[in-house]
């Protein structure tokens, strides 16, 4: 009796599951091996970037600290009503300068 309850139990469960997900249309799950296929026949050749020196990096990481160490004054200035006119262009330079960083550093 315990044994045909757990396999009840299981049974129900896996139904639950089962219908919790969308069905996904024979011809969608063609296109999708079909592209696993053809991703693994022939990959996409990988962006040869030329190495950038770790003094650029520390170059840069440098240039973003002291952009960044002069915003703080900008931005107290502005709740005072005066808006410095290279704030925008410094926050502006920051965010270009860290997203550059980034991709170099996460390559």
């Known amino acids: 009796m315990n044994l045909s309850a757990l396999s ?15 069905p996904v249309p ?9 592209q696993a296929q053809s991703d693994k026949d022939f990959p996409l050749p990988r962006a040869s970037r030329a190495p950038i020196s ?15 160490a002069s915003v703080p004054p900008d931005v107290q200035n502005v709740s005072k009503g005066l808006l410095n006119k290279d ?21």
């Open 8 to 22: 009840v139990t299981l049974s129900l469960g896996l139904l639950c599951s089962a219908q919790s997900s969308p």
């Open 26 to 34: 024979a011809g969608m799950r063609l296109a999708q091996e079909l």
């Open 54 to 68: 770790s003094a650029a990096l520390q170059r840069e990481a440098t240039q973003l600290a002291d952009l960044a």
């Open 87 to 107: 704030l925008v262009q410094k926050l502006k330079q920051i965010e270009k300068l860290s997203k550059h960083l980034r991709n170099e550093i996460d390559r």
